[in-house]
Nanobody
Framework: QVQLVESGGGLVQTGGSLRLSCVVS????????MGWFRQTPGMERQFVAA????????IQGDSGKGRFTISRDNGKSTLYLQMNSLKPEDTGVYYC????????????????WGQGTQVTVIS
């Protein structure tokens, strides 16, 4: 019954911005650690950023440091990823995921996943 639905992806030019959203239903969002991952064809799903239930713990992947910001609104059961200064290398399908344990870079720790939203960055 737990469902995660991502949105906000699209096609942008290099240097542009996007804000991804992930709405969680059927579970206790305010108690989940949440993460963002990116996947490209033929590549392993890669960690982008994660946050624990309160926001006290934030983990950032190297690719988005200084450009991406993870946040959450527990009242709206929504996770966000603000993506600025986008580069073509940021292209991929972005997935949000929920953990009932801890915020971590390891995808194996996440129990629930969304369907993904496509982000394409062009020159």
């Amino acid at each position: 019954q737990v469902q995660l639905v991502e949105s906000g992806g699209g096609l942008v030019q290099t240097g542009g911005s996007l804000r991804l959203s992930c709405v969680v239903s059927g579970g206790t969002f305010s108690r989940y650690a949440m993460g963002w991952f990116r996947q490209t064809p033929g590549m392993e799903r890669q960690f982008v950023a994660a946050m624990n239930w309160s926001g006290a713990t934030i983990i950032q992947g190297d690719s988005g440091k200084g450009r991406f910001t993870i946040s959450r609104d527990n009242g709206k059961s929504t996770l966000y990823l603000q993506m600025n200064s986008l580069k073509p290398e940021d292209t991929g399908v972005y997935y949000c995921a929920a953990s009932t344990t801890i915020a971590t870079q390891y995808k194996e720790e996440y129990k629930f996943w969304g369907q993904g939203t496509q982000v394409t960055v062009i020159s």
